[in-house]
Structure formats: structure tokens, C-alpha cells
């Protein structure tokens, strides 16, 4: 799962995240029809930092994604 930075790196391209919350309560896993709901996608700001390996860089932007997605589920559960 670290191909993708391993071509930002060789490149010398930035990382954007790019996060999409609510895509499971609209479509759930395994079902065929989406539900009536609302999905955000949010694009952060590009990160220039990497660590000393593609495989490293992954991880990092791994424990990135988990606490963005907490910070974004706290901000917009509260109103459902």
C-alpha cells in the first residue's frame, strides 16, 4: 500500500489527502442501492513531508487519516 508514495517521492510530488466521510451510511458494505444521506469530501492541504521510507510515509499518512476522520466525525455527528 505504499506505491503511491513511493511515485510522490520519486517525483517529488506533494501528498494531498483527500478524505470522504458518509459514503458508508449511504452506501453500507455489501448492498446494492444507496440510502438517502449525505457524503462529504474534504481536500486538506498538501503535505510535503515524508518520512525515510515510501512504506513509512504510508503509515504515517495511515494514523493521519484515522485522526482527520475523528476530527470530522465529532464536527458532523453531532448534527444528525
Not at 37 to 59: N, Y
Not at 64 to 79: E, T
Amino acid at each position: 500500500h505504499s506505491g503511491a508514495f513511493y511515485i510522490a517521492e520519486q517525483l517529488g510530488l506533494p501528498i494531498v489527502p483527500a478524505v470522504m466521510y458518509g459514503a458508508n451510511h449511504v452506501l453500507p458494505k455489501g448492498q446494492c442501492y444507496m440510502r438517502k444521506g449525505m457524503m462529504r469530501f474534504i481536500i486538506d492541504a498538501a503535505v510535503a513531508e515524508t518520512q525515510e521510507t515510501p512504506l513509512k510515509t504510508a503509515s504515517w499518512m495511515r494514523r493521519y487519516f484515522i485522526s482527520r476522520l475523528a476530527d470530522i466525525s465529532d464536527r458532523y455527528d453531532r448534527y444528525q
